[in-house]
């Protein structure tokens, strides 16, 4: 693969990666700096993978079929770079406009709202969840209940409704 | 006892996660297919599955934003990937340029 084809194979994805990372991390700016940070560290990690594969133009199947794979790789790190970002802004962040708007789901811990986003909005598998995330299947089956019960505004009966701080589904 | 509705009433929240293997799926489709009561309790909690689908952002950049990732994606991959695909004719003009 080439300098161009990689960038052709990765530019589709980005308003994608750009709303994950928002959802993960509720600040413009901050989001768009997660978007290129986490760009990077999975290039920079995953560089001689890259190189290797074969990239046909013409193949338009196997550029779906690369891109998802990309995609796997860039969550992965994204979401991992959004957990420490996240821990080191802390209350710093401010609650704007997307916090008001979606308050029930800033309460979640990063991790569970990737959990989320990955499931309710790209329609992933539980288990291709766990798999990029390197979460555990009952992990992940647990968060998307909780996230599921908690939005509806129907608590599990373990946790009591209208707490104001992060849950850790 | 557990009757057959009690039953896939309980797979609902599996049915809607994509969890059941595809042997149950089907069965669970017929069951929603055959009993129209069940269905209205089934399309219920489709419709609060699609309510939490809306209650999650998914925002997608301006214009200008979404340039300036392109931009900088361009330069990531520029700057780490040098001189990887370098044709005969550069590698020939970094040689040139090596030899002063």
């Known amino acids: ?21 928002v959802a993960l991390l509720p600040d413009d700016l901050q989001a768009q700096q997660l978007v290129v ?24 199947k196997g550029h779906v079929l690369e891109r998802k794979l990309f995609m796997k790789t860039y969550v992965r790190h994204l979401t991992d770079l959004a957990t420490k970002r996240a821990a080191q802004l802390g209350p710093s962040l401010p609650d704007g406009e997307l916090v008001q708007a979606h308050p029930q789901f800033y309460r979640f811990d990063v991790r569970t709202r990737a959990v989320g986003w990955l499931r309710f909005q790209q329609a992933w598998s539980v288990d291709e969840i766990g798999r ?38 | 006892m557990i009757t057959g509705e009690e039953n896939f009433n309980r797979k609902i929240p599996a049915y809607l996660d994509g969890l059941l293997p595809e042997e149950e799926r089907l069965e669970f489709e017929a069951f929603v297919g055959a009993n129209p009561v069940f269905a209205r309790e089934f399309r219920q909690k489709e419709a609060d599955y699609e309510g939490v689908k809306r209650r999650i952002p998914d925002l997608r950049p301006s214009g200008e934003q979404l340039e300036q990732m392109e931009v900088e994606t361009r330069e990531i991959i520029q700057n780490l990937f040098k001189d990887e695909d370098a044709g005969t004719s550069d590698k020939l003009a970094q040689w040139w340029r090596g030899l002063f």
């Not at chain 1, 530019?11 to 990666?17: E, M, T």
């Not at chain 1, 995330?133 to 505004?153: A, S, T």
């Not at chain 1, 009966?157 to 849950?167: K, L, R, S, Y």
Request: net charge neutral; hydrophobic share 40%.
């Open chain 1, 1 to 21: 693969m080439r300098k161009k084809d990689l960038f052709s194979l990765v530019q589709p994805l980005l308003p994608r990666f750009y709303s994950l990372s």
């Open chain 1, 132 to 169: 990029t995330l390197g979460m555990p299947r009952h992990e992940v089956i647990e968060k998307l209940h909780n996230m599921r019960y908690l939005m509806l505004g129907q608590a599990p009966h373990w946790m009591p409704t209208g707490d104001a701080t992060e849950v850790e589904a």
């Open chain 1, 37 to 60: 940070d986490a760009m990077t560290l999975c290039l920079l990690k995953h560089k001689d993978t890259w190189l290797e594969r074969a990239w046909d133009v013409q193949d338009r």
